[in-house]
Structures are given as C-alpha cells and as structure tokens.
C-alpha cells in the first residue's frame, strides 16, 4: 500500500471511531505508523490541552500549530517550553498582530464562553499570513456530570492590495456525558467542519484581527 492509500485508510479510521478518544487512537495509529506522524499530527484535530505560561503564569492552549518538535510556543511570552533555542516564531509584524489577536480574543472569550482558555498563533506566509484562533471551555467534573468544548479556527490572510481575501476552516469538538435519574447514562461526543471564503477591504493591521472576527461570525452563522 502506497503512503498516501495508507495516510487516506487512517484517516477514514479515525473519522469512524469516538470523537472523544481521538488522541487516544492517533498516537496508536502512529505508534503502527511512525513514517506518517507528522502528516496525521497535521490533518487531525485533536482536543486541546492547556498549558501554563512560565514567564506570564497565564494557560494557554496546546496544538500542532504553535508546536516545534516536542516543544510549545507561547502566546503570552513567545518563548518555548521545553526551551528551544532556534524554534520557528512569526516575523515582527506578524508577532504584533498576534499579541493584539490574543488581547481581543481573550475579551471575546471572558464574555461570550464566561470562562475557559484562548489561544491566537500567527505565521509568516509568502503573500499574507496564516493563524489559528483556539478556544476551550470544560464543564468541571462534577458528581453527575462532565463536558469539554473546542474550537479550532484556521485561516489564511491573502494581501491584494487594499483588500485581503480571507479562508476559514472552523472545527468544533464536543463532549458531554452526565448521569441521572431521568436520563440514565448519557455520552454525546462528535465534531464539525465548516468553511468559508470572505475578502474585506484592510486599512491597517487593526482592521486585519477585525476582519478574522468578522469571517469567524460568518462561519459560526451557517
């Protein structure tokens, strides 16, 4: 079987078992498969795990996107745990932008989740830039009751002139389980992709986060 027959058969697996369990199942999958683990790292969204910040003592979100061998960018301090002393980090500019999406996402979240943990990872691209808006909110494990949201918003920004035209892929995650006397046992786990394509005019790099959270609205809105 060729890679690409066996990299499409995993995949596929992984789409048929439980959401819940999908870091669970790709590290076995790579485990029988290390020649492709950088290509399933790369394709599967996992759940996200947090992480604390050693220099800003804030968490921040864990993904394939802020990762650089076995070690984490922060988005807090731009420095990486375990230190990494040539790791790959976003040109100046771009760096600017990120500290700003992280401040404006961070509002977002205080307000609309009352809660939980955000992430924004920004890098370089030949004609723009690209970036990953991350969002978790976990139901604490009570006695009855536990659950976790993810949300993994990708994109890429494409500079024409006064305009940038902007592509979306949105991921959601979900797992609920409770116990009770009416329900009995219930366990809801499952995810969704959608995407969309949007070009807005950009005055500045202001209007670049703005116009993120506009496509992001119209992505939550289909």
């Not at 078992?17 to 999958?29: A, E, F, G, M, Y």
């Not at 800003?56 to 984490?72: A, E, I, T, W």
């Not at 009570?142 to 592509?167: C, L, N, Q, R």
């Not at 786990?189 to 005019?201: A, D, I, K, L, P």
Request: proline share 5%; net charge negative.
């Amino acid at each position: 079987m060729t890679p690409t027959r066996t990299l499409d058969s995993a995949l596929d697996l992984l789409r048929r078992l439980d959401p819940k369990h999908t870091t669970q199942n790709l590290n076995r999958i790579c485990s029988l498969i290390p020649d492709l683990t950088e290509d399933l790292l790369s394709s599967v969204d996992q759940p996200l795990e947090t992480r604390r910040c050693k220099k800003s003592g804030r968490d921040y979100l864990l993904c394939d996107y802020n990762r650089d061998g076995d070690s984490y960018r922060s988005p807090w301090s731009n420095e990486f745990d375990p230190p990494l002393s040539d790791g790959t980090v976003p040109s100046e500019r771009v760096r600017k932008m990120e500290e700003k999406a992280n401040e404006a996402f961070d509002i977002y979240r205080e307000l609309y989740y009352e809660g939980g943990v955000s992430s924004v990872y920004f890098w370089d691209l030949d004609n723009g830039f690209a970036g990953v808006v991350l969002l978790k909110k976990t139901v604490s494990p009570a006695s009855k009751s536990e659950g976790a949201w993810d949300s993994i918003h990708v994109f890429e920004a494409t500079d024409m002139g006064p305009t940038s035209h902007y592509k979306l892929t949105s991921t959601v995650i979900l797992h609920l389980s409770t116990t009770g006397e009416s329900l009995g046992e219930m366990d809801l786990s499952g995810n969704m992709t959608r995407q969309v394509e949007q070009s807005m005019g950009v005055h500045d790099d202001a209007s670049q986060i703005a116009n993120i959270g506009k496509v992001g609205v119209l992505s939550s809105a289909k």
